[in-house]
């Protein structure tokens, strides 16, 4: 199986769960659009069903992905 970088399937995460805790329900009382649309890409992404599993999933890789490395801004800009 294919696997999500690291910083993409974090943002899914984090996503996910900002839209859970803060989007309204949908008319049904069930998880409202962008909820339900990062669920099912959280399970894609994760090769599971159901977005409890995915989620655990999602979990247990980024505690297995090595440390991201560090960004470098590069040199500083020189004035002319």
Excluded: F, I, K, N
Excluded at 39 to 59: F, H, K, M, N, P
Excluded at 64 to 75: H, L, R, S, Y
């Amino acid at each position: 199986m294919l696997m999500p970088d690291p910083a993409v399937l974090r943002g899914l995460v984090d996503a996910y769960e900002a839209a859970a805790a803060c989007e309204p329900a949908d008319d049904t009382g069930g998880p409202g659009p962008r909820a339900r649309d990062l669920a099912y890409t959280l399970c894609v992404s994760t090769g599971t069903r159901d977005v409890r599993q995915a989620l655990e999933a999602a979990r247990h890789q980024l505690a297995a992905a090595p440390a991201p490395a560090p960004v470098c801004a590069g040199p500083a800009p020189v004035a002319d």
